[in-house]
């Protein structure tokens, strides 16, 4: 074969493979542009429709009274046509990309949007996250079948779904993209479906603020001047966010154990738990209510919350989602964080409204084990600046959580540290239960002698006081 040929072979199958990924690019574009528009329209839909029913009850002084009718009709209309929409959302949606190829069912959106409303605005402590990305997850899985598409499409759409519903949520187009394909795997980025899923939360975003559904993000403008001191302050705090962060994931698991006690008799946890809601807002707890919304705005603008307020929340969202109520769990997330961080700033004495935000974007990274989507989030609201705390304030987080997280449905792909490992390739918790080992017996029996050591001397001062 002649050098001429060779290269005329070489340049034919370069411009055959250029023009499949071409042609493949353009109708991945075309599916998660229709993908997009559909989960930006409905879930502008489910959020003015939230709004309108949040408005309409918050016109009563004490509307949280309804929260045992509100909880009762969720849970009923869901054990009634769609028992499989139970729970916070996206941890179904994440259980259906792994086990069923992304299949869910069409009865998923609208009893899910109806249930969700019901709970939040009758003062359920839950978020707008979880819903919209299942009633985005479904749509995509429905447009899958109707067009016959392959599992492995209907498995990259129903991801465009999770990251469209969470873009148009919290109009943050990059941080939600990067969401849905962050949060399947602990330690692993799908990225044969990042393309789709930027374009399907783009659209989602501008199709959402079209139809009128945005947060209420506005520009900040904060002079952080990096030095030092304040990053080692960072460091500190990503330790204490870390521990919040395991604070709120052990309050899910409380509620769901609690509640879980009643089984005999399901219609009866809803009623228990809305009674104990009542009970807590009655005696001046009900900012922690509802979405809490006007209680993250405070925070991030400066404002001081009751130094309860996180830990509330935290107890809060386990009681509403543990005994059969709808919703999601990064809004709650969101309040934790800026309330905790808040309060953490004026303990040290800093600025408490950027340790709210670093604290938002912390527990989001801790609790969901998505730390990268948590650190664009924090570029894409608080601006370039915010960047050097925010990524490590988030990475700190993460560690800190170690195997656990709020979504129990996440495959544990890489291990976070080489101190402690847990099983590959399965759920991050099981049952409940986070399993995990020392990676060295000799480095945990030295890290045993170490605090033993440090005991010994403590009660050495103690004795030496005396």
């Given at each position: 074969?002649t050098l ?5 072979r ?5 411009l ?8 493949n690019?353009?109708r ?9 528009a ?28 309804a929260?045992p009718?509100?909880?009762?009709f ?22 259906a ?10 009865l ?7 249930a ?16 919209a990305?299942q ?19 209907r ?8 990251s469209?519903?969470?873009?148009a ?29 930027f ?6 975003y ?6 009128g ?13 990096f030095?030092?001191?304040q990053?080692f302050?960072?460091?500190?705090s990503?330790?204490?966010?870390g521990?919040?962060c ?7 698991r ?17 009623i ?14 009900d ?23 996180w ?12 005994c ?20 953490w ?6 600025d408490?409204a ?7 974007v ?20 608080f ?23 709020v979504y ?24 409940g ?7 060295s017996?000799k480095?945990?029996?030295?890290m ?17 006081r005396?």
């Amino acid at each position: 074969m002649t050098l001429f040929e060779r290269l005329k072979r070489r340049t034919r199958r370069q411009l055959l493979e250029s023009s499949a990924l071409f042609l493949n690019i353009l109708r991945w574009t075309l599916l998660a542009t229709i993908v997009g528009a559909i989960v930006g329209g409905s879930t502008a839909v489910f959020i003015l429709a939230l709004h309108g029913a949040i408005h309409f009850m918050q016109r009563f002084p004490y509307y949280f009274i309804a929260l045992p009718v509100g909880l009762f009709f969720a849970a009923w209309l869901i054990k009634l046509l769609a028992p499989q929409a139970s729970g916070h959302g996206t941890e179904k949606v994440i259980e259906a990309v792994h086990k069923r190829d992304g299949r869910t069912y069409p009865l998923d959106a609208p009893v899910k949007l109806v249930a969700t409303v019901a709970t939040i605005a009758s003062g359920g402590s839950a978020g707008k996250e979880g819903p919209a990305a299942q009633i985005g997850a479904t749509l995509a899985s429905l447009f899958s079948d109707i067009f016959r598409l392959s599992k492995q499409d209907r498995k990259k759409l129903v991801i465009c779904g999770i990251s469209a519903g969470f873009a148009a949520v919290f109009s943050t187009p990059v941080a939600g993209a990067l969401f849905g394909v962050e949060v399947l795997f602990l330690g692993q980025i799908m990225y044969e479906v990042l393309l789709p899923s930027f374009i399907a939360g783009i659209t989602a975003y501008q199709v959402a603020s079209w139809l009128g559904a945005s947060y209420f993000w506005h520009p900040v403008e904060w002079s952080i001047v990096f030095n030092e001191a304040q990053f080692f302050q960072v460091i500190i705090s990503g330790v204490v966010f870390g521990l919040v962060c395991i604070l709120f994931i052990e309050s899910l698991r409380w509620g769901d154990r609690f509640f879980s006690s009643f089984d005999h008799r399901p219609m009866l946890k809803p009623i228990l738990g809305g009674i104990f809601l009542v009970a807590l807002g009655l005696l001046g707890a009900d900012n922690g209510l509802g979405l809490g919304v006007d209680s993250l705005e405070k925070a991030l603008s400066g404002e001081p919350c009751p130094w309860w307020l996180w830990a509330f929340k935290s107890l809060a969202t386990g009681a509403t989602l543990g005994c059969g109520g709808s919703g999601g769990v990064i809004t709650p997330i969101f309040v934790v964080g800026a309330s905790a961080g808040s309060l953490w700033g004026q303990i040290i004495g800093a600025d408490p409204a950027i340790f709210a935000a670093l604290g938002m974007v912390a527990l989001v990274s801790g609790c969901a084990n998505t730390p990268i989507a948590a650190t664009v989030m924090g570029l894409e609201l608080f601006g370039p600046t915010f960047g050097p705390y925010g990524a490590t304030v988030c990475v700190v987080a993460f560690l800190m959580t170690g195997y656990r997280g709020v979504y129990s449905s996440q495959i544990l792909a890489r291990q976070k540290s080489e101190i402690l490992t847990a099983p590959l390739n399965q759920p991050i918790s099981s049952e409940g239960k986070v399993t995990f080992e020392f990676a060295s017996r000799k480095r945990y029996v030295r890290m045993q002698q170490i605090l033993e050591d440090i005991m010994n001397w403590i009660r050495g001062v103690k004795f030496w006081r005396h």
